[in-house]
């Protein structure tokens, strides 16, 4: 790709994802955690057991702030930590309602797209299903770019 080729495309990543974070927020107004809330969650649902250590380095946020989201989650009932074998080591699991509340967000956003997408001429929607493998090895691109040398992402 050009450098503005590359431009576009990060700035209709990043517009697609403030459209979504808008649009869920409009799907479910009753939901009260934030998105960020939301998003350590579901990174949880896919790193069960992680320390906040790693979270953070996943969702690329300082360790304070994760303890800060997983202390209002734990509050919630969303979030529960046990110790390590050296008991300074955290694990982190989604309770069953943690659990809840990352499939009705996965569904609200699905529900999201699936109806944009039932809007998109048949030859659009065949192309975005087309390119879900090199958006995927994007991801994968991008976040081997955000992990430090030597470290596990």
Do not use: F, K, Y
Request: with cysteine.
């Amino acid at each position: 790709m050009t450098g503005a080729a590359d431009t576009e495309l990060a700035d209709v990543v990043a517009r697609l994802r403030r459209a979504m974070r808008r649009a869920a927020r409009a799907a479910d107004p009753g939901n009260p955690l934030s998105v960020a809330q939301l998003e350590l969650l579901s990174c949880l649902a896919e790193n069960p057991g992680a320390q906040p250590s790693r979270l953070a380095r996943v969702l690329n946020l300082a360790p304070n702030s994760v303890t800060t989201l997983v202390n209002g989650l734990r509050t919630r009932g969303l979030v529960t930590g046990t110790s390590g074998d050296d008991r300074r080591t955290v694990h982190l699991n989604l309770t069953a309602t943690g659990e809840d509340a990352v499939r009705r967000w996965q569904s609200a956003n699905a529900g999201i797209l699936g109806a944009a997408l039932a809007d998109l001429h048949p030859g659009w929607q065949h192309l975005l299903t087309a390119a879900l493998p090199a958006l995927r090895e994007l991801i994968d691109a991008i976040d081997r770019q955000a992990t430090p040398p030597g470290q596990a992402g």
